[in-house]
Structure formats: structure tokens, C-alpha cells
């Protein structure tokens, strides 16, 4: 674990990561002391929060997953997918590039840049995240010795595949996520006698502090319509099994590896509800691993540009509630989240992140798609007018432009069989001697 010395006048910022991602409910005021304890009371508390390493990995980068309290593995809809599930690359409807600002807690913050692409059934994604947080020591004098910033960084590579993917079914989208983290610490002192403590800093201390870290997401993601009220070609309901952070141990140190099983549904247009289920897994020792936990979301479309979102994520007998909203333009979308986090001392604004995505094009499928749809709304017109020739020409030339469109092909097949029976009907009328 990550060793620090630091002076009587200064109480390490960082320590306060691993109690904030463990669910250690330490805080000062009164209406966050009782909710705490109360929750600690009734789901008890988790002895093996915070045993793992890496906070970055457990902290959002922000934008709408993060306003949804973090339940985005079945949703992966835009960008956020990138640290929910991996599948999602594959199934974006559009291009983007995102950049985000997280302000979280005693002057950490966490910034974020990612892009993703789909080109027909594959998805690419790539991104980076790092987390920052300054690093001050003084001696007995108050003099600063030592001062820099402990940060931790991770970078993503992410690839996926749609499968089995047609008109009527969505397929199902299988992907991974290779991710290297990396954690710089600041040379700091060797304090032995804190009675006389100078201050001497001790080089390399820093180094022998710092770690890297290889790991991985899998995940798998489908959609299909269940319960729908309402008309439209989008499926409204999704499932989704992801393992997150899958990688070995560093320093002795396990990852936040967890399993997820994730749920969203769409009853309405406006209207998106989701679930996701974690079990928490320590690679190093399976008996330390954290009390499965879950999270739970919902959005709403107010108008075509503009939505709101709000989220509910319990962990460890602890609650975080998220709020958010988005301003979705043409090319432009500017998310706003404020999270309330009974893992931190309550405070008038806890924490606010930032995210700006930029729509950079769909590689012309809507395009597409719109030519397929008037290819099949000739081939009907046709179809009833009785011109069979015209309407198969009309279904063929929109197969040629997308084969997976199977009402054309279901017209064609028509068309087969009512010659089929023609055929036999002329058959049966000829005299044959």
C-alpha cells in the first residue's frame, strides 16, 4: 500500500480517497452522520471497503452515465460507454468526441478525453482519464519541503463487434476494453523523529510508491422490444454482462474488479429507466472482496433539446444521488451533472462535472437508410398497383443497398410464392396428352 510522511501541519488530501470509494460514512455533519448511520445500521458495513487500488477507476468521468447514478451498462446509448461496457462501441448511432471535467472532492479533479467511432458492425473507441490531486508536505517550521501533485492516469483502447444483427433483431454486441493505469507519487521525506523533523526528502521515495497496472473489460449488450407503447424501429429494452477491471494484482494490490448485470427499459419515447447489479471480486483474496451493490437511473427528453436525468447508486450502505441535464444540438452536446455523495462531508455544492460532446457524423447510414426506406415504399406502391416487375426491382435495388433490411426481402418472397402458385394454377389448367 502507498506509504506517506508528511508534517504535523498538513493532513495528506489523498487519504481521503480510499475512504470515499470504500463507504467509510466519516462525515462531519449531522444530517450525513445519522443517514449513514442508519444505512450502516440496517445493511451493516462493508470491513472490506477500500482494499483495492486504483480510486480513478471507481470515480466517472462524468457526462450522462454518470447523472444516471452510474447504471449505464445496459443504456451505453453515447459515449459514456467507454467505462460501462465496452460492447457499446458497436452500437452507437453516430461518431463523437467527448472532453470532461469532474471537480471532486479536496481540490481532486479528473480529466477525461475520449473518442468513438462504428463502422458498420464495428465499434472503435479510445480515451484517457486522469486524476490529480496536490501533493504538499512542511517540516516542523511550517516550511514546505516537498510539494506536486499525486495523480493516477488510464488509458483505453476499446473494440466491438455487433453479431447476428438484422431488421427485426439488433444482434448481440460483444467487446473489450485493454486499459493501462499508471500512479505517479511525489518524492517525499523520511520523518523518524517528528520532534526535530527537518524535512529531508529521500530520492526515489516517490518511485517506490508508484505502480503501473494492465487490465480489461468484457462486455456483451443486446436489444430487443418488450413491453413497448409506442412506434418506432429502436428496441426498448436492453441487457447487458460486463466484467469490469479484470486484471492481476500490482504492489500487492488488487484492482476493483466486479461483474455487472445491467437492465434498461424505454416504456416510452421520452421515457429511460436502468438497473445495473454488481459483485465486487479481490483477485488477490476472493474472501476480501466488497458486498455486492447496485444502481439504479432514470432520463427523460423534455423537448429535442433538452433532457434531464437523475440516479441512485448504493454501495456499502452508503448512497450517492446524481442529478443532471444535457443541451443537445446539432453537432454540439454540453452535459451538467451535481452529484450528492454521502461518501463526502456534506457541503452547499458537493460536486459538479462537466462534459462537451461533439457529433461528428454517422458514415452516412441515416442517409442510407432513408434511400432503403423509399426503395420499399416504391416496391409497396408498385406492389398494390399491380406491377410486380416495378416492385421486385424496387426490393432488389434496396436489398443491394442494405441486406439486412428483411421487409424487402420478405416482399420479394412474396412475390416468389404468388408466382409459385400461379405457376401451379396454369399447371393444372393445361391439357396434356
Known amino acids: ?47 472490506n471497503a477500500g482494499l483495492t487500488a486504483f480510486p480513478v477507476l471507481n470515480v466517472p468521468l462524468g457526462g450522462r452515465s454518470e447523472g444516471m447514478g452510474s447504471s449505464f451498462a445496459a443504456v451505453s446509448d453515447d459515449i ?45 473507441a479510445g480515451g484517457a482519464k486522469w486524476l ?54 511525489p518524492d517525499y521525506s523520511s520523518a523518524d523523529d517528528l520532534s526535530n523533523y527537518q524535512g529531508e526528502l529521500v530520492s526515489g521515495s516517490g518511485l517506490a510508491q508508484s505502480a503501473a497496472m494492465a487490465m480489461a473489460d468484457i462486455g456483451a449488450l443486446t436489444r430487443f422490444d418488450f413491453g413497448k407503447f409506442y412506434y418506432a424501429r429502436e428496441k426498448n429494452t436492453s441487457a447487458a454482462l460486463v466484467i469490469r477491471n479484470l486484471g492481476p494484482p500490482s504492489r500487492d494490490e488488487s484492482l476493483p474488479t466486479a461483474i455487472i448485470a445491467a437492465l434498461s427499459y424505454k416504456p416510452l419515447r421520452p421515457l429511460l429507466f436502468s438497473f445495473d447489479f454488481s459483485i465486487p471480486i479481490n483477485m488477490t483474496d476472493i474472501m476480501l472482496s466488497e458486498k455486492p451493490y447496485w444502481a439504479a437511473g432514470a432520463a427523460v427528453n423534455i423537448t429535442s433539446f433538452l433532457s434531464m436525468r437523475t440516479g441512485l447508486l448504493f454501495k456499502g450502505g452508503n448512497i450517492r444521488l446524481a442529478f443532471g441535464s444535457a443541451v443537445n444540438l446539432d453537432k454540439i452536446s454540453v452535459d451538467v451533472n451535481y452529484s450528492l455523495d454521502l461518501l463526502t462531508q456534506m457541503q452547499p455544492l458537493n460536486r459538479v462535472s462537466l462534459a462537451i460532446r461533439f457529433n461528428l457524423g454517422d458514415h452516412g447510414r441515416q442517409k442510407l437508410s432513408g434511400e432503403v426506406d423509399s426503395l420499399y415504399l416504391s416496391g409497396l406502391d408498385a406492389y398494390s398497383r399491380g406491377n410486380v416487375e416495378e416492385a421486385q426491382s424496387y426490393w432488389e435495388d434496396a436489398l443491394r443497398l442494405n441486406p439486412k433490411f428483411d421487409p424487402a426481402r420478405e416482399g420479394l418472397e412474396m412475390i416468389r410464392q404468388a408466382q409459385a402458385v400461379q405457376q401451379r394454377i396454369d399447371d393444372m389448367q393445361r391439357l396434356d396428352f
Open 1 to 47: 500500500m502507498i506509504r506517506f510522511i508528511l508534517g504535523r501541519s498538513n493532513i495528506m488530501l489523498l487519504m481521503l480517497l480510499i475512504p470515499v470509494l470504500a463507504g467509510a460514512a466519516g462525515a462531519d455533519s449531522d444530517g450525513y452522520g445519522s443517514i449513514s448511520d442508519y444505512l450502516d445500521g440496517v445493511y451493516g458495513a462493508d470491513n
Open 80 to 124: 459514456s460507454f467507454i467505462e460501462y461496457n465496452p460492447a457499446g462501441s458497436s452500437l452507437l448511432s453516430r461518431s463523437e468526441m467527448a472532453f470532461f471535467h469532474n471537480n471532486w472532492i479536496a481540490d481532486t479533479k479528473i480529466e477525461g478525453a475520449v473518442f468513438a467511432t462504428r463502422l458498420g458492425n464495428l465499434g472503435l
Open 132 to 185: 490529480y490531486t496536490p501533493f504538499t508536505e512542511y517540516n516542523m517550521y511550517g516550511d514546505r519541503v516537498s510539494k506536486g501533485y499525486y495523480s493516477e492516469v488510464v488509458a483505453i483502447l476499446n473494440g466491438s463487434y455487433n453479431f447476428l444483427s438484422g431488421y427485426y433483431f439488433s444482434g448481440v454486441s460483444v467487446g473489450a476494453s485493454i486499459k493501462g493505469a499508471f500512479r505517479f507519487v
